[in-house]
Every structure is written in C-alpha cells, then in structure tokens.
C-alpha cells in the first residue's frame, strides 16, 4: 500500500489517509464503528484500485487507527466534516463512497454533503440509524442521561463502548424517517446470517434512496462482516460494475 500521510484539520488535528491516484471516480472507503482502514475489505479494495490504474481513498476517523484524537469525541457530524474534508483535499475526480457498517451511514451523510460529486454508492451491512434501532429503551435512557452504554464485543476481548455525545448526533443525523435525497446509482451487499445489523435495514435503505438505480444483493451464508475470500471478490465485482456502469451512461 502508498505511504499513510495525514490531513490536518482546522482545529489543528491530524487524519491518517492512504491515497493512490487513477482513472474514474476515487473510490473512498469508510469503515465501520471503532474501525479503520487496515481491515481486509478496504485494504483488498486498495490492492484491486491500484492494479486497475483506478484512484482510491482510505481513512481513520479522528479517534481511530493512526489518526489523532479521543475516541469520546467522536460523532457521525464531526467524521462526516473529515471525510469530505479529505474528498476535497485529495480526490481530483468525483467520488464512489464505499460504507461499511456504520461506514453505510456515514456515506449517506458524507454524500448528502458533497452535492454533485458523488458518482455513486456501495453499502456493506450499511447501517443507518443504528443508534435507534440497535438499543434498548433502557440504553436509550442512560445514553440520554449523559452515560456511557458498554456491549459485548464479539470481535474482540473489551466491550464496546457507546458514548452519549455519539448517540445524542446520530439521534439527530436518522436518515430512514423519510426519502434520502441522493440520485446516484447504488449497489447494497448484506448477509443474512447478520447477528449485527438485520438485514432487512437494507431493504429499508434501498427503499428511502430516491434514486431508481439501486441494486440490493443477499448473501444467503454470509455474516456482519463479509471479509470472507469469496465476500471481498464480490465486493470488488460490485464496485467494478459499479464503474463499468457509470462509464457507459
């Protein structure tokens, strides 16, 4: 992979980014909650950009991976600035924003925000509005309390933390209330053996987009994650046709 290198923000803070330039749109990745771009999907996704001659963009999040700040601090508004930040300052082409996970939320929002730079969008597991649908009215009180809610974490041996400034902005940033006002074709991957986000939240997803040009894919086997061998080959499948798609209109 390129040599990570670092954006600074205006307030002063530093986010960790890998870019390699090409053809076509930049296909920008935007991992998951508590992620960063060292993982399979998105450093796979690198590798297949820079063998096809095709630009990419990966980054942390502040808080996350190599990029400065606290975790606490972080907010769906304070990485959706970050990411467009970057797009602006790195990307010499329209963008195809790539989400995972929370990534699918953060997408919708970064895209939102860049008007006509959006070429299109791929979802994996995307899951908007997770902090409304992925609590319980008990976490809900506590998160509006001002605490910090902890679940288990199946990957990994500490328990993943909630933090109530993060909850309270996704609160106010829920894109499934109504139609989600992005017109660019969009390709939406989700297992339906998903212990995590359920899959019918891409349904719902596929639905809200006011674009007509969106295709949903189930993985009947596949889990939250779809880092399997055989999930990455359809992932790079999807952006390639993606890319394919957009080159002949």
Not at 81 to 89: H, I, N, T
Not at 137 to 161: F, H, I, R
């Amino acid at each position: 992979m390129s040599d990570k290198q670092f954006h600074t923000m205006p307030d002063g803070r530093r986010i960790a980014f890998r870019h390699t330039p090409g053809s076509g749109p930049t296909l920008v990745f935007l991992p998951g909650y508590m992620s960063d771009m060292e993982g399979g999907k998105a450093t796979a996704l690198f590798d297949w950009a820079q063998a096809q001659g095709r630009a990419c963009l990966l980054l942390d999040y502040s808080g996350c991976g190599a990029s400065e700040g606290d975790f606490a601090d972080g907010t769906l508004s304070r990485w959706t600035l970050e990411v467009v930040a970057l797009v602006e300052a790195r990307a010499e082409s329209d963008v195809i924003l790539i989400g995972s996970s929370m990534g699918g939320w953060l997408m919708l929002l970064a895209g939102l925000a860049m008007g006509k730079r959006l070429a299109g969008l791929v979802g994996i597991a995307a899951a908007p509005d997770f902090t409304e649908w992925g609590y319980s009215d008990a976490d809900k009180q506590a998160l509006s309390a001002g605490q910090t809610v902890y679940e288990e974490n199946p990957y990994g041996p500490e328990p993943t933390p909630m933090h109530a400034g993060f909850w309270a902005d996704g609160q106010a940033q829920r894109q499934l209330t109504g139609p989600v006002a992005l017109d660019v074709p969009a390709r939406l991957m989700h297992g339906h053996r998903d212990a995590d986000v359920p899959w019918q939240i891409s349904m719902e997803l596929a639905g809200a987009l006011r674009s007509d040009a969106v295709q949903l894919t189930f993985i009947k086997d596949g889990d939250h994650r779809l880092s399997r061998p055989q999930d990455i080959a359809l992932l790079l499948r999807t952006v390639g046709g993606l890319l394919d798609d957009l080159e002949r209109q």
